[in-house]
């Protein structure tokens, strides 16, 4: 396959995850929008004015970039593992299996897929926010970057959850006892500075943490983590997840007898 | 003599043990339409998801038009068109995204999809269903729209696994002439089926697999002319409500209307218009029995059982 017929057949991909998405926006853009509108309207509008400010920040200030992360974080994960899952339930991913595209390529087919629906999330709760908060971007550069790499780093995530999934509930374990966790304990709602000595040691084997911190640097240019130890952590999930992934992709894991 | 597809000491067992494939050997010519039989859970299945990379095999080798599947899978895939037993595409997708997504798969962009999209989709009847999800169609048009889809990036060799399970008669035998088209442009096509009169009638070449093994593979007329014994069909002039006492062996009524009649492979034919007209039995018409290929199939997997 050449360099052009490996472009048609990602793109075909993407386009497929972008059409399937978009087919069911009322479960896949619309909850996430309603969820973090009330996270906007309790903890900010209710809560916030009682707790006052957050690292000099009002509260809802505060919180608003890593309600913005948790939405694509979720979003990549679901995205990639239901549609995965889904192909393989449904045997459609024989489709691909059977034909010459390479397995990077269907890896990055769907990861880009995720991307996608996580980035369309992001903005759109970025500006029901702007209805509760004054959003003010200390680096576009950084804010942009973590937000593409962490809806990477996550849509990889669901696609080895998809991979590994056997049946439905496998792809909602993950996200409920995993994810959920992760992201609350991530520092969304509060500075780690706030926990005891052991907890702030804690927290700090979370990579969610790294990833509300450095989105969170991007709008209000501060962060418990440095910017760095962020940016490397993400990058080593990513790379790892990828390989991992690619590997299971070329031994059939999962879709291969 | 160009080979189509080249299989040898193909061999597979699966993780619980079961040993689907003992090494196989198989060629398969360009051009020829060739029947791949067997029972149930005989391997043919397994031997077809090793071709296209749906299955691992243990071991052995497999080439299509000389690609090898592992060490050149992107061109030996290139060549290979698969219609599976089971419906596996999206039902919530329309038929047009299915077969262009497909083509796109291949490499194959947009404008050229949309152009084959409308040929194969037109050919097999499902132009107007295009923009309908797969879910809302029928069984016999979801069997068509697998048999268009995998003709996207016009394959050398079409592999169908039983394509013609759970369709009307009608369609089945649309479905042979169109095969059969596709054949004589030049396609060679590898079919499985149960249904044998299929086999008899589109493929010029068969091979029997049983347990593991190939246990036949030679053409459709040489394995029917080692049937030890044909049947002939006649249709009586009045009705019989019994057989005549003292009727030769191998003779049954199936209704007053109808006799069967076994004979030795090459015997004399008019050996039974003279018994015939021995006991005063006029007979308007006869024909040969169709399913001589199912009643060998029946012989040469049952002579390797145990009794």
């Given at each position: 396959m050449n360099w052009r017929g490996i472009r048609i057949a990602y793109t075909t991909i993407l386009f497929k995850e972008v059409t399937r998405f978009m087919r069911i926006w009322q479960q896949t853009l619309i909850p996430p929008v309603v969820t973090t509108s009330l996270y906007f309207v309790i903890f900010g509008n209710l809560i916030g004015p009682r707790i006052g400010t957050m690292d000099g920040y009002r509260y809802i200030d505060f919180i608003v970039p890593g309600l913005i992360l948790m939405s694509v974080i979720t979003n990549a994960y679901a995205n990639v593992s239901s549609s995965f899952f889904s192909a393989k339930f449904q045997r459609s991913i024989e489709e691909i299996q059977v034909s010459p595209a390479p397995n990077s390529i269907i890896l990055l087919g769907y990861v880009s897929g995720g991307v996608v629906r996580a980035i369309l999330v992001g903005l759109?709760?970025?500006?029901?926010?702007?209805?509760?908060?004054?959003?003010?971007?200390?680096?576009?550069?950084?804010?942009?970057?973590?937000?593409?790499?962490?809806?990477v780093l996550f849509s990889?995530?669901?696609?080895?959850?998809?991979?590994?999934?056997?049946?439905?509930?496998?792809?909602?374990i993950v996200p409920t006892f995993v994810l959920t966790p992760l992201t609350y304990?991530?520092?969304?709602?509060?500075?780690?500075?706030?926990?005891?000595?052991?907890w702030q040691a804690a927290s700090h084997i979370n990579p969610i943490l790294y990833m509300i911190n450095a989105f969170r640097y991007g709008f209000l240019g501060i962060t418990d983590i440095h910017l760095g130890a962020s940016y490397a952590i993400i990058l080593l999930f990513t790379v790892a997840l990828f390989l991992i992934n690619l590997k299971l992709l070329d031994n059939g894991f999962g879709i291969r007898e | 003599m160009t080979v189509a597809?080249?299989?040898?000491?193909?061999?597979?067992?699966?993780?619980?043990?079961?040993?689907?494939?003992?090494g196989i050997d198989l060629e398969v010519e360009q051009g020829d339409f060739f029947a791949?039989?067997?029972?149930?859970?005989?391997?043919?299945?397994?031997?077809?998801?090793?071709?296209?990379?749906?299955?691992?095999?243990?071991?052995?080798?497999?080439?299509?038009?000389?690609?090898?599947?592992?060490?050149?899978?992107?061109?030996?895939?290139?060549?290979?068109?698969?219609?599976?037993?089971?419906?596996?595409?999206?039902?919530?997708?329309?038929?047009?995204?299915?077969?262009?997504?497909?083509?796109?798969y291949y490499g194959i962009d947009?404008?050229?999809?949309?152009?084959?999209?409308?040929?194969?989709?037109?050919?097999?009847?499902?132009?107007?269903?295009?923009?309908?999800?797969?879910?809302?169609?029928?069984?016999g048009m979801k069997r068509r729209l697998m048999i268009a889809r995998a003709l996207m990036h016009q394959p050398r060799l079409l592999i169908l696994d039983e394509p013609t399970a759970g369709v009307d008669i009608e369609i089945r035998r649309s479905m042979w002439d169109y095969l059969t088209r596709i054949n004589d442009s030049g396609t060679t096509i590898i079919l499985t089926t149960h249904y044998l009169e299929e086999a008899e009638s589109l493929c010029r070449n068969v091979?029997?697999?049983?347990?593991?093994q190939l246990v036949e593979n030679t053409s459709t007329g040489a394995l029917l002319e080692k049937l030890k014994q044909e049947t002939y069909v006649l249709d009586l002039a009045e009705p019989l409500d019994q057989l005549p006492d003292e009727h030769p062996a191998g003779w049954r009524l199936k209704n007053p209307a109808t006799l069967e009649v076994d004979m030795p492979k090459g015997s004399d034919v008019n050996r039974i218009f003279a018994q015939l007209d021995r006991h005063n039995i006029v007979v308007r018409g006869m024909r040969?029995?169709?399913n001589r290929l199912e009643r060998l199939f029946l012989e040469m997997v049952d002579e390797g059982r145990p009794a």
């Open positions: 759109i709760v970025t500006a029901v926010s702007l209805f509760f908060s004054k959003l003010s971007v200390h680096s576009y550069w950084v804010m942009a970057s973590v937000i593409v790499l962490t809806a990889l995530g669901g696609f080895l959850n998809g991979v590994f999934a056997k049946k439905f509930d496998d792809v909602a304990l991530g520092g969304i709602f509060y500075s780690i500075k706030l926990l005891p000595e052991f | 597809l080249a299989i040898s000491n193909l061999q597979k067992t699966y993780r619980s043990g079961l040993v689907a494939l003992k791949l039989l067997g029972r149930n859970g005989a391997g043919k299945s397994t031997v077809i998801g090793i071709i296209c990379s749906l299955v691992n095999k243990s071991a052995g080798t497999v080439a299509v038009f000389d690609a090898d599947i592992d060490r050149n899978f992107a061109l030996a895939k290139s060549y290979l068109g698969v219609v599976p037993q089971e419906f596996n595409f999206s039902i919530f997708e329309t038929p047009r995204q299915i077969v262009c997504n497909q083509a796109g947009r404008k050229l999809a949309a152009q084959r999209a409308k040929r194969y989709l037109s050919q097999l009847g499902l132009w107007e269903k295009r923009y309908q999800i797969t879910q809302t169609l029928s069984g091979a029997i697999i049983d347990q593991g040969n029995k169709t």
